[in-house]
C-alpha cells in the first residue's frame, strides 16, 4: 500500500509542478491495485501473485513521470533530458522486481541500481528547478526592460560599479546622448559630459561620482 501511495503521491507532485492536474484514472487504477493486494494478502498467494501488480503499476508510474517530464514545454535544457530518461529507466527496473527479488546473487545489484537511479533523478530535479528559475528569472528582465524602453521618461540603469547597462528613448531625447553611446559608459563620465565644456572640472567629475556611489 505504501508502494501505491508513493506512486499517486509522485504523480500529482509531477503534474503540479508542471502546472497541470493529475489524471483519475490514475488514482482509479491505484485502487484496483490496492484491492487486488487486499485479497492476495490475505489468500496467501505467492509473492509474484502479491507483489507483480503493485510494482507494475509503481513501474508504470516512473515511466509515465519521465514521459511527461520529456514531452514538458515548461521544462528546458538538458535537465528534463536526465531525469526523464533515468525515472523511465527506474521503472522498467522497478517492474521486475517481484522477479529477480528471489534471486539472492542479483539482489545487491538491484538495489545497487535503484539507489544511482534515485541519485540521478535527485541531481536532475535540482537542474530543472535552477533552469526553470532562470528561465523565468530572464523572462523577468526581458519585461523589465521592454518597459523601461517603452516608457517616454527619461530612464536609466547603472549596475554596482557604476557602469551604464540600460538607457532608454526618453534619456535620449532628454540628454541628446544616443543609447549606443550611453551604454557601457561610467554613469558619471556621462553626467560630466553633460556639463558645458567650459565648466568642466576633475573636481567636478568626483563629485557626480560620489553622488552616484551613494545610491549604487
Same mark, same amino acid.
Given at each position: 500500500?505504501?508502494?501505491?501511495?508513493?506512486?499517486?503521491?509522485?504523480?500529482?507532485?509531477?503534474?503540479?509542478?508542471?502546472?497541470?492536474?493529475?489524471?483519475?484514472? *490514475?488514482?482509479?487504477?491505484?485502487?484496483?491495485?490496492?484491492?487486488?493486494?487486499?485479497?492476495?494478502?490475505?489468500?496467501?498467494?505467492?509473492?509474484?501473485?502479491?507483489?507483480?501488480?503493485?510494482?507494475?503499476?509503481?513501474?508504470?508510474?516512473?515511466?509515465?513521470?519521465?514521459?511527461?517530464?520529456?514531452?514538458?514545454?515548461?521544462?528546458?535544457?538538458?535537465?528534463?533530458? %536526465?531525469?526523464? *530518461?533515468?525515472? %523511465?529507466? *527506474?521503472?522498467?527496473? &522497478?517492474?521486475?522486481?517481484?522477479?529477480?527479488?528471489?534471486?539472492?546473487?542479483?539482489?545487491? *545489484?538491484?538495489?545497487?541500481?535503484?539507489?544511482?537511479?534515485?541519485?540521478?533523478?535527485?541531481? $536532475?530535479?535540482?537542474?530543472?528547478?535552477?533552469?526553470?528559475?532562470?528561465? &523565468?528569472?530572464?523572462? /523577468?528582465?526581458?519585461?523589465?526592460?521592454?518597459?523601461?524602453?517603452? /516608457?517616454?521618461?527619461?530612464?536609466?540603469?547603472?549596475?554596482?560599479?557604476?557602469?551604464?547597462?540600460?538607457?532608454?528613448?526618453?534619456?535620449?531625447?532628454?540628454?541628446?546622448?544616443?543609447?549606443?553611446?550611453?551604454? $557601457?559608459?561610467?554613469?558619471?563620465?556621462?553626467?560630466? $559630459?553633460?556639463?558645458?565644456? &567650459?565648466?568642466? /572640472?576633475?573636481?567636478?567629475?568626483?563629485?557626480?561620482?560620489?553622488?552616484?556611489?551613494?545610491?549604487?
Amino acid at each position: 500500500f505504501c508502494t501505491l501511495l508513493s506512486g499517486i503521491l509522485l504523480l500529482w507532485g509531477t503534474y503540479a509542478f508542471l502546472g497541470q492536474s493529475t489524471p483519475r484514472w *490514475w488514482t482509479v487504477a491505484a485502487i484496483v491495485v490496492a484491492g487486488w493486494i487486499a485479497i492476495a494478502i490475505p489468500s496467501q498467494l505467492s509473492f509474484q501473485a502479491q507483489a507483480f501488480p503493485a510494482y507494475t503499476f509503481y513501474g508504470i508510474v516512473y515511466v509515465w513521470t519521465g514521459i511527461i517530464l520529456l514531452q514538458s514545454d515548461i521544462i528546458k535544457g538538458y535537465g528534463k533530458r %536526465v531525469t526523464g *530518461w533515468a525515472f %523511465v529507466i *527506474w521503472g522498467l527496473h &522497478e517492474m521486475n522486481y517481484p522477479f529477480l527479488k528471489p534471486v539472492e546473487w542479483f539482489a545487491p *545489484w538491484g538495489y545497487f541500481f535503484a539507489a544511482m537511479l534515485e541519485f540521478v533523478v535527485a541531481i $536532475g530535479f535540482l537542474l530543472i528547478y535552477f533552469q526553470k528559475m532562470r528561465h &523565468e528569472l530572464t523572462g /523577468s528582465v526581458q519585461k523589465f526592460r521592454s518597459v523601461i524602453a517603452q /516608457s517616454k521618461d527619461g530612464i536609466f540603469l547603472a549596475d554596482k560599479q557604476g557602469i551604464i547597462v540600460e538607457w532608454n528613448r526618453g534619456q535620449e531625447r532628454i540628454t541628446g546622448i544616443p543609447r549606443i553611446e550611453a551604454i $557601457g559608459q561610467l554613469l558619471w563620465d556621462v553626467q560630466a $559630459g553633460l556639463v558645458p565644456k &567650459e565648466m568642466r /572640472s576633475p573636481e567636478g567629475r568626483k563629485r557626480f561620482q560620489s553622488d552616484a556611489d551613494k545610491f549604487l
